[in-house]
């Protein structure tokens, strides 16, 4: 995606790690004020059980995270 001053933008999309885990917790600190976020021991189960499926992005700087549910 072309920015407004003709540089380009990039996006990073990568599988969560176990370095993710903190700068998730304060993500949804802060996207859901008042709800309790997911406790770290839940994000490393995840990972085990779904690595694939737990996505992060950007590297530095925490912009977002999915993380599907394991059934």
Do not use: Y
């Not at 996006?11 to 600190?29: A, S």
């Amino acid at each position: 995606m072309a920015a407004t001053d003709g540089s380009l933008n990039k996006f990073c999309v990568r599988q969560m790690t176990p370095d993710d885990i903190l700068g998730i917790i304060e993500l949804q600190v802060r996207a859901f004020p008042g709800l309790p976020p997911w406790r770290p021991d839940q994000l490393t189960r995840h990972m085990e059980v779904f690595p694939e499926g737990q996505l992060v992005g950007p590297p530095g700087r925490q912009a977002g995270f999915w993380v599907r549910p394991v059934r």
